[in-house]
């Protein structure tokens, strides 16, 4: 088997259809390199254009079995249990991911964070204004939806918020991801929802950082926007085929950062916020104070 293909038990692990489908993009253009071809003479030889093949090697589109067949045989793979592994990667690849029941309440932009997030080892986040998605309790999150106006709760919005629901389950699933969230201390002072519900948050926020998995770090008010001007999120995958993402937000969709200077950017962003926090363990008491004053 050549040094650049996955094996079955390298394969099986992955977490998602995402990682799958990066982790086969990757492979695939290492062969051609090793190969010395160029992607505009691959690209021809599927039947497609420079900008699909990039894709496809970036892992951001579905694959064709077809397709696959006639790269493996273009860089070389002749070998019948190579090429199996290969082409068993493509039908795990494809398999659409359990959100695909609300795309129609999903931007297509957000379908490939969830994808992300749900095949991600280590998650890391900064958020200057609300609890993190993943550690919201549902009343806080209709609030936000709703704009405060709770009482009128349209059924894209129900929608919307089920799927967020449906996200948590990964931080108690089987394997799952480090949830590392840094929260400037005004999030925990903003009543979203009213006394009761902003409660309940707290205290939800306090039980989830108990958890092995989730940390959770509070950036004191005199520390605030000294390190970060905006939140983000960084999604660090444990597959060294797959490139580290920075997640961007913003009123009208979302930037997805991979190149190593933007990844060094951010990652010294929350090196310097995890300084600036409190430490989890104050963190964690702070909250607890917080509760007692409610």
Known sequence: MAENAPSGADAAPLRGATARRMVLGAQLRRLRESARISRSDAAYAVRASDSKLSRLELGRVAFK?????????????????????????????????WWRRYSDVMPNWFQDFVGLEESASLIQGFELQFVPGLLQIEEYAIAVATRGRPEYVPEDVRKRIAL?????????????????????????????GGRRVHRAQLEHLLEMAERPNVTV?????????????????ILRFAEPELPHVVYVEHMSGALYLDGLAEIEVYSRAMDRLMVDAETPDRSRALLTKLLSQL
């Open 217 to 233: 770090q509070v950036v004191p008010n005199q520390l605030s926007g000294y390190a970060a001007e905006h939140p983000f999120t």
């Open 65 to 97: 079995e077809r397709d696959v067949a006639d790269l493996l045989t273009m860089y070389g793979v002749n070998d019948p249990a190579e090429r199996d592994v290969f082409l068993d990667m493509v039908k795990h690849a494809n398999q659409p991911g």
């Open 164 to 192: 967020r629901m449906e996200r948590q389950k990964i931080l108690g699933g089987v394997r799952p991801p480090s949830l590392w969230v840094v929260l400037d201390e005004s999030v925990l002072h903003r009543p979203i």
